[in-house]
C-alpha cells in the first residue's frame, strides 16, 4: 500500500444487478447482505441506484433499499447514487432523506443525479420527458431547492416546511456528467465524476470542478469521488472473467434494446455474437482498472494521482457473487481497510 492508496477513501456502488435464475426480490436481498460484508471489510460508504423498467436491474427505489441497507448496518455510510433529481420534487427528496438522516444519523449521504428514464415510455410514465434534463440551469435549481428544505432557506413555497428534513444534514453529492462538474462547484457541493475508462474527460471534468468550486455550508473545499469499475483477482485471466456478464449485458442492451440479467462468463464465451455486439462487447472490456493486487494497485496509484481524488468508488458488477466479494476483499487489502488487510 502506497501513501496516495492510503490517504484515499473506498466505497462501493451496488446496482442490484439481477442473474440469470435469480429474481429481483432476491437481488434486492443479496444487495443488503453485500452492504454488511462490506462493512465488516472496512469500507467507507454503500450506495445503490435508481433505474425504472430496466430488467436487469431490481434497484428502482433508492431511498427504500438505502434504509433496508441503513438497519441491516451500523457504521458503514449508507446513501444513493443516485436519486435522479428529475423524477422527483424536490420536496419529497428533502422529506425522505430527512427520514432517513432522522432514523440513522450522520450516516446518510444524498447521492444527486440529473439522468430520466432510458426511454421514451418510461419518460412518460414519470411524467417527464428529454426537456427535463437538456437545461443544466433547471438541475441547479432543483438542488438549490432541495438544499433550502434542509436549511429552511428555500422562498417558493413560502410557510411550507420539509419535515422532518428541516435542519438536518445529510450528506449531499453531484453526480457530475457533463455541465455537472460546473453545477458542483457553484453549488459547493461534493462531486462523484466517473467512468475511470474515460480518463481525459474525467480529469477535464475535476478541473473544471476545483477552479469553479466556491465554499458553502456544505463543504468548505472540493471533494473529488471517481467512479468505475475495479476487478481484482488471483490472476489477470480471473479479473477479466468478472468483467465479462455486464460487458455482454451491455452489448446485448446497445444491440437489441433490452437490458439482460448477467450470465455467466461460461455460456457467453460460447456465444456466437454479431460484429456489431462483438465490437460492443470488446469495448465493454477495456480500460477498466482490472489484474491482479500489484496491476490494480498500480493503476489506482495512477488514477488518484492524476485526479488528486479523495474517494474512489467502485461500481463492479458481475455473475458470480463469491469472485465479487472477493475482488472486494482483495481491493480492501490493497486499499489497508480494516478486515481486508489481513491482520
Known amino acids: 500500500m502506497t501513501p496516495v492508496i492510503a490517504n484515499t477513501r473506498f466505497s462501493v456502488l451496488d446496482r442490484s444487478r439481477t442473474r440469470e ?12 447482505r453485500l452492504a454488511g460484508r462490506l462493512e465488516a471489510l472496512g469500507y467507507h460508504r454503500f450506495w445503490v441506484s435508481e433505474h425504472h423498467s430496466v430488467p436487469g436491474v431490481a434497484g428502482s427505489a433508492p431511498t427504500v433499499l438505502a434504509a433496508a441497507v441503513a438497519a441491516a448496518t451500523s457504521t458503514i455510510r449508507v446513501g444513493t447514487g443516485g436519486v435522479m433529481l428529475p423524477n422527483h420534487r424536490p420536496l419529497v427528496v428533502a422529506e425522505q432523506f430527512g427520514v432517513l438522516e432522522s ?30 434534463v437538456r437545461n443544466p440551469e433547471d438541475f441547479a435549481v432543483q438542488i438549490e431547492e432541495l438544499l433550502g428544505w434542509f436549511t429552511g432557506e428555500q422562498s417558493l413555497y413560502p410557510q411550507v416546511h420539509a419535515l422532518p428534513a428541516e435542519g438536518l444534514r445529510p450528506a449531499p453529492f453531484v453526480l457530475a456528467m457533463g455541465e455537472g462538474a460546473d453545477i458542483a462547484a457553484a453549488a459547493g457541493l461534493p462531486m462523484v465524476v466517473g467512468d475511470l475508462r474515460g480518463r481525459e474527460r474525467m480529469l477535464r471534468a475535476v478541473e473544471r470542478y476545483r477552479e469553479g468550486f466556491r465554499p458553502s455550508v456544505w463543504s468548505d473545499r472540493p471533494y473529488v469521488v471517481v467512479a468505475g469499475t475495479v476487478a481484482v483477482a488471483a490472476s489477470e485471466e480471473e479479473a477479466r472473467r468478472l468483467l465479462i456478464p455486464e460487458a455482454w449485458s451491455m452489448a446485448h442492451s446497445r444491440t437489441r434494446g433490452v437490458f439482460p440479467p448477467l450470465a455467466p462468463a461460461e455460456r457467453i464465451w460460447t456465444l456466437a455474437m454479431t460484429a456489431k455486439e462483438r465490437e460492443f462487447y470488446e469495448s465493454g472490456l477495456r480500460g477498466h482498472v482490472q489484474g ?13 494521482a492524476e485526479s488528486a481524488a479523495d474517494e474512489v468508488l467502485v461500481t463492479t458488477s458481475t455473475y458470480d457473487r463469491d469472485a465479487l466479494l472477493e475482488s472486494f476483499t482483495r481491493l480492501a487489502r490493497i486499499a489497508g481497510l480494516g478486515a481486508g488487510t489481513g491482520s
Open 103 to 132: 432514523l440513522f444519523p450522520g450516516r446518510i449521504d444524498m447521492g444527486i443525479g440529473r439522468s430520466v428514464g432510458f426511454t421514451d415510455g418510461i419518460r412518460r410514465a414519470l411524467g417527464k420527458d428529454k426537456r427535463a
Open 292 to 304: 491482479t493486487e500489484e496491476q490494480v494497485a498500480e493503476a489506482l496509484e495512477s488514477v488518484i
Open 21 to 32: 435464475g435469480q429474481d429481483a426480490p432476491e437481488a434486492l436481498r443479496d444487495t443488503v
